[in-house]
């Protein structure tokens, strides 16, 4: 499992200027490995919480732990932090579009420097897990909305991070094209278990992960 558990303690987030917080005082345990839905009404705050998780938002008061160790403070220490312990997917992949498939999983570990034969195999399996085998060396605008979806959860997963932070990942699909991407997801968390957050507006999606945290 590459999975680690994550502490949220007393959060307290306002953006500035805004009168209202979107944080005050909300509390999470999320077990090592675990497969959580995250839903709630628009602007309750589910996108936030992700980027405070992540690394990327500040926040006035409250703890956020993953293995018991601070998400630390300071841009430098905050982007290894990222680079090593979280993995991002959005609704749109982002994949680089000028690179194939493969150089796209490549490419975070090209940034580490620990390319080599093992990681090629990786990203080979990688690939194979969500069904994209056959495709490593075609560009991204060759694939199907739901196959680069595929890509960009497997490129969230290629530095084996702690925390796996999906913001509507199949939120522009169709519902056949979603129910496909999400039963990808849900083999390539079987077989790593990184903890994951998973928002999502869609109820039937959320039904199926093993835990659903309600916002709001
Ligand atoms: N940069 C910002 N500055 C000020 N307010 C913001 C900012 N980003 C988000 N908000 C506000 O914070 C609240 C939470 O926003 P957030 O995007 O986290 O909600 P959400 O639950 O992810 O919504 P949705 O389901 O529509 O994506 C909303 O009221 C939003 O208007």
């Given at each position: 499992m590459i999975g680690?558990?994550?502490?949220?303690?007393?959060l307290h987030k306002t953006y500035p200027g805004n009168a209202h917080p979107v944080f005050d005082g909300f509390q999470l345990e999320v077990a090592a490995g675990s497969l959580c839905a995250v839903v709630g009404v628009s602007g309750v705050g589910k996108t936030t919480l992700?980027?405070?998780?992540?690394?990327?938002d500040h926040w006035?008061?409250?703890?956020?732990?993953?293995?018991?160790?601070?998400?630390?403070?300071?841009?430098?220490?905050?982007?290894?932090?990222?680079?090593?312990?979280?993995?991002?997917?959005?609704?749109?992949p982002h994949l680089l579009p000028e690179f194939t498939v493969r150089e796209?999983?490549?490419?975070?570990?090209?940034?580490?420097?620990t390319l080599g034969p093992e990681a090629e195999a990786w990203i080979g399996?990688?690939?194979?897990?969500?069904?994209?085998?056959?495709?490593?060396?075609?560009?991204?605008?060759?694939?199907?909305?739901?196959?680069?979806?595929?890509a960009?959860?497997?490129?969230?997963l290629v530095r084996k991070p702690a925390l796996w932070l999906l913001d509507e990942p199949t939120g522009n699909l169709d519902p056949a094209t979603a129910e496909e991407v999400f039963g990808f997801l849900l083999r390539l968390h079987a077989?790593?278990?990184?903890t994951t957050l998973l928002v999502t507006h869609n109820p039937d999606l959320a039904a199926r992960c093993e835990r659903i945290v309600r916002l709001g």
């Amino acid at each position: 499992m590459i999975g680690q558990p994550l502490s949220i303690a007393g959060l307290h987030k306002t953006y500035p200027g805004n009168a209202h917080p979107v944080f005050d005082g909300f509390q999470l345990e999320v077990a090592a490995g675990s497969l959580c839905a995250v839903v709630g009404v628009s602007g309750v705050g589910k996108t936030t919480l992700l980027n405070c998780i992540a690394g990327l938002d500040h926040w006035e008061a409250g703890a956020i732990r993953v293995d018991g160790g601070p998400v630390p403070e300071g841009a430098e220490a905050r982007a290894l932090y990222r680079r090593r312990s979280v993995g991002l997917a959005f609704q749109q992949p982002h994949l680089l579009p000028e690179f194939t498939v493969r150089e796209n999983l490549r490419m975070p570990l090209l940034i580490d420097d620990t390319l080599g034969p093992e990681a090629e195999a990786w990203i080979g399996q990688l690939l194979s897990t969500v069904g994209l085998g056959g495709l490593g060396d075609r560009l991204p605008g060759q694939l199907s909305g739901g196959e680069a979806a595929r890509a960009g959860l497997a490129r969230a997963l290629v530095r084996k991070p702690a925390l796996w932070l999906l913001d509507e990942p199949t939120g522009n699909l169709d519902p056949a094209t979603a129910e496909e991407v999400f039963g990808f997801l849900l083999r390539l968390h079987a077989e790593l278990r990184p903890t994951t957050l998973l928002v999502t507006h869609n109820p039937d999606l959320a039904a199926r992960c093993e835990r659903i945290v309600r916002l709001g």
